[in-house]
Structure formats: C-alpha cells, structure tokens
C-alpha cells in the first residue's frame, strides 16, 4: 500500500508542476517557437488559442488549464503559458517558458525579467503586429513529429 501512494504522489506532482503553452496555430513563427521550445523542454504541453475541442482521455487540471488560457487568450490575442493556478500572457509568458528551460534560456529570461515589463510587452506587441506580414502563416503540410504530435493537447 506505502508504493501506491508514493506512485500517486510522484503523478500529482508531474501535474503540478506541467506548464501549458497556448499558442496561435496559424502563425508561422508561434508554430516554429512550438518546435523550439519542445526540443528543449519535456514537461511543457502545447494547445492552439483557436482548438475548439482537446484530444479525449486527457488530466481535467490539464484541461481546464488549457480552457483558462484561451479565455485569456481571446482577450489579448498572444501567447499564453499557464502554469498550475496562474496565466502568463506576452513577455511575462516568454519569460516563465525561459525559466523552465535549460542552459542559456533560464539565464536570458532570469535577466529579461529585470526589464519594465511595459516596455517587453510593447516590443511583444509591435512584433505581433507585423508577425503575419513577415514570416507569413503555418503551411498545412508542416506536420510536426510524433514526440510534439503527443505534447500538443488539441
């Protein structure tokens, strides 16, 4: 009985500490920032601000996570990370991404948070502007592997 228990423990914390990015699934750039981040982090799920349904059989904390997100997402039209109880949109969610990342990554997103976070959500916004006109929308045939197909929730 001691073993259950200890193996319960061990898959409620993993849920816990599972970050959740939504991103917008028709920009290029947002699907290319899926596959980076998905190469250098293992925990972090992935679902697109305009998925409507999620796959079946999913965890309910990770679905409401992901329900949570979009709600803000529609509001800001950005990147959201949602991790446990709070949402991150715009630099704030690049940031906390940054943290669970390794090597370099931790240590940027350490030193951008110093920044006035008015001003990183400016520059978030003036790039999001142009995003389309410069880098165009995710082609259909851009399938992603079948490790990110299983990260990808929707």
């Known amino acids: 009985m001691e073993r259950l228990t200890v193996?319960?423990?061990h898959v409620k914390k993993q849920t816990e500490v599972m970050g959740v990015m939504l991103y917008d699934g028709e920009c290029a750039v947002c699907n290319r920032a899926v596959k980076f981040v998905a190469q250098r982090e293992k925990d972090i799920r992935f679902a697109s601000l305009q998925g409507e349904d999620?796959?079946?059989g999913g965890d309910e904390?990770?679905?409401e996570?992901?329900?949570?997100?979009r709600a803000a997402g529609k509001k800001v039209d950005s990147i959201v990370f949602v991790?446990?109880?709070?949402i991150y949109v715009k630099s704030a969610a690049l940031i906390q991404i940054g943290r669970r990342m390794k090597g370099g990554w931790k240590f940027l997103a350490a030193v951008a948070n110093l920044a006035p976070r008015a001003l990183l959500d400016a520059g978030y916004d003036a790039f999001a502007?142009?995003?389309y006109r410069l880098?165009?929308?995710?082609?259909?045939?851009d399938r992603p592997s079948k490790e990110l197909?299983?990260?990808i929730l929707d």
Not at 135 to 141: D, Q
């Open 129 to 131: 502007k142009k995003r």
């Open 54 to 56: 999620l796959k079946p």
């Open 149 to 151: 197909l299983d990260r």
């Open 83 to 86: 991790d446990g109880a709070k």
């Open 7 to 9: 193996v319960f423990r």
């Open 65 to 69: 996570a992901v329900l949570r997100g």
């Open 135 to 141: 880098f165009g929308t995710a082609k259909a045939c």
């Open 61 to 63: 904390t990770v679905r």
